[in-house]
Nanobody, 126 residues
């Protein structure tokens, strides 16, 4: 199995930045695409960003594009999410996800992913 552990969340003022980390352990060779989702209270979990195994392809939700950057360090089995120009509406629990799918897939939906972390809280104050 694969375990994912997020870290780096916290409280930041609007316009600030945070970098989230997701460390994978276990059968990491079964992991391909990695993604980030977020969920605010009373709202559905929404796609934030995704990155392929090699890092050659990245995907972003429109509202994140230009502000967030996803990257990975396979030697450390870690995926990062750099968040810049944070807004209060970015406040949510951020979840790391991993998929074993190596071929075609829809990386923006939760069902694409096999493994999930427990989440890390990001709070952006106005």
């Amino acid at each position: 199995q694969v375990q994912l552990a997020e870290s780096g969340g916290g409280l930041v003022q609007a316009g600030g930045s945070l970098r989230l980390s997701c460390a994978a352990s276990g059968r990491t060779f079964s992991t391909s695409t990695m993604g980030w989702f977020r969920q605010a209270p009373g709202k559905e979990r929404e796609f934030v960003a995704a990155i392929t195994l090699s890092g050659s392809s990245t995907y972003y939700a429109d509202s994140m594009k230009g502000r967030f950057t996803i990257s990975r360090d396979n030697a450390k089995n870690t995926v990062y999410l750099r968040m810049n120009s944070l807004k209060p509406e970015d406040t949510a629990v951020y979840y790391c996800a991993a998929s074993s799918i190596g071929g075609r897939g829809i990386v923006t939906i939760t069902r694409y992913y096999d493994y999930w972390g427990q989440g890390t809280q990001v709070t952006v104050s106005s």
